[in-house]
């Protein structure tokens, strides 16, 4: 069944035509169903090569998944789909593997960590564009802790408040991620460090009046001791901030409002 939103745009199908809307289009996209049956991809021989790299997908989107925990719950201010970005990245970082064959190629993110520096989860509203401010920071990963500094903050001159909320708060986070490589075994992709694959820690800061000044502060975000000893040369580690704005709520106090903010990974170590 095919609905009509407005002028030109519907969602559904007609006749083997499906129409649906993604976050961060305005368009209305179009595709036509059908193809080969499920049984014919899962065993003819023409298919052997699609399906190796259906394997590789599913370690693609277990990749592009986990990373969002490893983002600390910053992919909340996102304002476009950032799983299929992720799930891409992930592929692009299979092909550098050019040692093992198709459907058995490694995801060596500790190889590539430059692949999610600076990864901006905004693309209309980019984090810089946000927070007009350098925030100096580092990453200690023989103590699984990071500091950033956040330095003097004027909020009128400093924030681009572009929805005009009475609040923000600065969010901090750290995660981990683990390359990944095929388990033939179990037919899965598995992450080379499981205890520490898609961990992460979140600082979260106090609400202020979008019209104050705040005063320099370091951010100090550490995992528990015991973790320092599963951390190896396979484990990357994720170091993003946020801005987050929000409103007067039902009980008085600020809450968040959704998709209001803007994040990035401000480091990778």
């Known amino acids: 069944m095919a609905i009509i939103k407005g002028a ?35 065993t003819s021989p023409k298919f052997e090569g699609l399906r190796n790299h259906q394997k590789e997908w599913a370690g693609c989107t277990s990749f592009g998944s986990t990373a969002r925990y490893a983002l600390g719950g910053l992919h909340r201010l996102a304002d476009y789909n950032l ?40 693309r209309k509203t980019p984090f810089n564009s946000v927070l007009r401010v350098t925030v100096p920071c580092r990453i200690d990963r023989e103590k699984l802790c990071a500091g950033v500094e956040i330095p003097r903050i004027n909020a009128l001159n400093d924030i681009y408040n572009y929805q005009q909320l009475p609040y923000f708060r600065i969010i901090v986070a750290m995660g981990l991620l683990s390359d990944m490589e095929r388990d033939d ?22 609400w202020h009046p979008s019209q104050s000044i705040l005063q320099p502060e370091v951010v100090r975000i550490e995992f528990d001791e015991k973790d320092c000893v599963y951390v190896n040369e396979r484990v990357t580690i994720l170091l993003s901030m946020g801005i987050e704005f929000g409103k007067v709520g039902f009980t008085g106090e600020p809450e968040a409002m959704k998709y209001a903010g803007s994040a990035k990974v401000i480091a990778v170590g």
């Open 83 to 122: 799983t299929p970005v992720l799930n891409g990245m992930a592929k692009n970082l299979m092909k550098l593997d050019t040692e093992s064959e198709v459907g058995m190629r490694r995801l060596n993110l500790s190889a590539f960590p430059q692949a999610l520096e600076n990864f901006n989860f905004n």
């Open 185 to 206: 075994t179990h037919s899965i992709y598995k992450a080379c460090v499981p205890d520490l694959h898609g961990y992460s820690i979140v600082q979260t800061g106090a």
């Open 8 to 42: 030109f745009q519907m969602t559904g199908s007609i006749r083997g035509v499906s129409f649906y809307s993604m976050r961060g289009s305005d368009k209305t996209i179009m595709r036509t169903k059908g193809g080969a049956s499920k049984n014919k991809i899962k």
